[in-house]
């Protein structure tokens, strides 16, 4: 590995990425930028390499596969600036810096009595990724908090402002996860409020919150610092912790399948959950149940495995490769299409192969 800073980035060649993603599985960088300031990226795009060839950019790693090593040149971003832009009292508009970590943005805010995020705090990652999958967490997703993503548009050479509007978002999606190649997010804005009411409507999390001493008669009035302490605790004792078991959180995505499709397999299968999607005409399944019924939960082969406590979450052992577990991601999502006639997409992207 060789490293060099040129201003306000640095060039490493043959970088490890082995501790950059939450499997931990081994890849390597032919050329890792990392990049202190996104005002250079205008001149970065005017390389060749970076202008013509394939870039990953790369945050924390945590909704990624390296199935083998990234093609072409990896990018980080590392500003880790945080503000409040606008402020009227009750709304005020928060601005973050790619680079920051999803969940010290969420106790910032908190900690200014801003409310808007903490449904989705504790998800790891990066400020500049939690749009790209419009990421979502217990009955909210980040969407209704953007106000202003901004971004280095390829296309275009220059840099963009995109409202929630633009981004096209969608469950565990947006334009940016469409067209991967085009955007890197600099930094993103979310109005948040003062007064906002608590989002309980998500099942189990009334009962943390009567669990940690709250009065069921109060709930309805719960600070968001209060539901960011429930969320955290739920997820503790639900999720493993990457740092102990390698993993990228859910691995699939809720197959959403015609309403008509969903209650033929809800009669045969009763204990099937299926929520209404938005339209009415359609249904979103449970991956989870799906996977759990065709008996992954627990299983393990080698070092790749599925969580003991998570049907959806698969787990890195230890020394398991990226290719190996897309394989197992493959023969789960085969087994469930035989057994039940649905198709399961992956929510992390797969790097150095295709799904
Ligand atoms: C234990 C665990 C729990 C999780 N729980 C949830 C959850 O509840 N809800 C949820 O939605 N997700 C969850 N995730 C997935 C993940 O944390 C989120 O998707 C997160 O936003 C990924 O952030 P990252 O910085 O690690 O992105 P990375 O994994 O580094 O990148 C993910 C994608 O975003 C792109 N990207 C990253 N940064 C930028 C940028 N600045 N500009 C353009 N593209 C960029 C990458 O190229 C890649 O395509 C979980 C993951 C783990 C490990």
């Given at each position: 590995m060789t490293a060099a800073c040129v201003g306000s980035y640095r060039i490493v060649e043959n970088a490890r990425l082995d501790a950059r993603n939450t499997f931990g599985v081994s890849a390597t960088a032919s050329m890792l930028v990392e990049v202190a300031?996104?005002?250079a990226l205008p001149e970065l795009f005017g390389y060749a390499m970076l202008r013509d060839g394939p870039v990953l950019v790369l945050g924390g790693g945590s909704n990624l596969l390296f199935a083998g090593n990234p093609p072409g040149t990896v990018l980080a971003l590392g500003g880790q600036q945080v503000r409040i832009v606008e402020d009227d009292g009750p709304r005020a508009i928060v601005r973050a810096d790619a680079g920051v970590e999803w969940h010290a943005l969420v106790l910032w805010t908190l900690g200014r009595g801003l409310g808007g995020l903490e449904n989705l705090?504790?998800?790891?990652?990066?400020v500049g990724a939690a749009p790209i999958q419009n990421i979502g967490a217990y009955g909210v997703e980040v969407r209704e908090s953007i106000h202003v993503v901004e971004a280095f548009d390829r296309m275009l050479g220059k840099v963009v402002r995109l409202d929630s509007a633009d981004c096209a978002f969608a469950y565990r999606d947006s334009r940016f996860k469409r067209d991967p190649d085009r955007h890197v997010v600099t930094a993103v804005e979310f109005a948040l409020r003062r007064d906002a009411a608590p989002r309980l409507d998500y099942a189990g999390l009334r009962d943390e919150l009567l669990a940690m001493g709250n009065d069921a008669a109060t709930l309805d009035g719960a600070r968001p610092s209060q539901v960011a302490e429930a969320v955290c605790r739920i997820r503790r004792r639900k999720l493993p912790d990457p740092a102990v078991l390698g993993n990228a959180g859910?691995?699939?995505?809720?197959p959403v399948v015609p309403a008509s499709q969903a209650e033929g397999l809800q009669a045969a299968h009763p204990s099937l959950p299926a929520f209404r999607g938005n339209d009415g005409t359609t249904r979103k399944l449970s991956a989870a149940w799906l996977i759990d019924a065709c008996g992954w939960k627990g299983f393990r082969e080698g070092d790749a495995g599925v969580a003991a406590s998570h049907a959806l979450v698969l787990v890195n052992h230890g020394q398991a490769s990226g290719a190996q577990l897309l394989e197992l991601a493959r023969r789960i999502a085969a087994s469930v299409h035989e057994r039940f006639g649905v198709h399961l997409e992956p929510e992390p992207r797969i790097i150095g192969a295709t799904w």
């Open positions: 300031d996104a005002a705090a504790l998800i790891p990652g990066t859910s691995f699939f995505k809720n």
